[in-house]
């Protein structure tokens, strides 16, 4: 059964190139979809170039959302905030759906 779940994370430097990798290879072991989201920025975390584009790009003081859409968004979010503890300052879930709140609704804000 697949969820989405959205997550406002702020982060106290900027993160270090394995650190991006590990996000790349948590979300292809899962077989889940992650973006990254800030202002005009937006990156698929399936592609390491436009993951490691949007953390070079991005502003450290502004937060950014992370999208997770899969069957373990749980256990995905858990797994990457473990190996990132020392780095998030702050996060907190804006949305969670299951897939039939997905499948009922026209428009999902996240």
Known sequence: ????????IQLNRPLK?????KVHH??????????????QLIADAG???K???????MNIDDPFVLIIDGRCV???YEEI????????????CRRKY????????TSIPV
């Open 1 to 8: 059964m697949n969820e989405l779940s959205s997550y406002q």
């Open 17 to 21: 190139t394995n650190e991006i990798m």
């Open 26 to 39: 948590t979300v292809n072991q899962h077989r889940c979809d992650l973006y990254f989201h800030q202002n």
């Open 47 to 49: 592609h390491l170039p």
């Open 51 to 57: 993951m490691l584009s949007f953390f070079l790009f």
């Open 74 to 76: 749980e256990d995905v």
């Open 81 to 92: 905030t473990a190996f990132l503890d020392d780095t998030i300052v702050n996060s907190v």
């Open 98 to 105: 299951s897939s039939s709140m997905v499948m009922d609704e």
